[in-house]
């Protein structure tokens, strides 16, 4: 985890005691794509590999990030 010091230089802090705590997150998306690349999403033909995990993966370190 990183801490903003006085000088307002930034520096990472041990967390290992930090007691944890519940989160939640909400996200809403529109995707706008044509049907060539529609179908091969749902023939799971997309070249880069799994974009559903992908997304997830994305999701998840976005909901981690400590504002």
């Known amino acids: 985890m990183k801490k ?4 307002g230089n930034i520096r990472m802090i041990d967390v290992t005691e930090k ?3 519940l989160r939640k997150a909400r996200a809403h998306v529109r995707v706008l794509l044509n049907s060539e690349v529609f179908k091969k999403i749902l023939t799971e033909k997309i070249t880069k590999g ?3 995990t992908a997304a997830k993966i ?6 981690k990030k400590n504002w």
Not at 4 to 7: C, L, M
Not at 58 to 63: F, N, V, Y
């Open 50 to 52: 799994d974009i559903f």
């Open 4 to 7: 903003k010091e006085e000088s």
């Open 58 to 63: 994305a999701g998840i370190m976005a909901a």
């Open 19 to 21: 007691e944890s705590s």
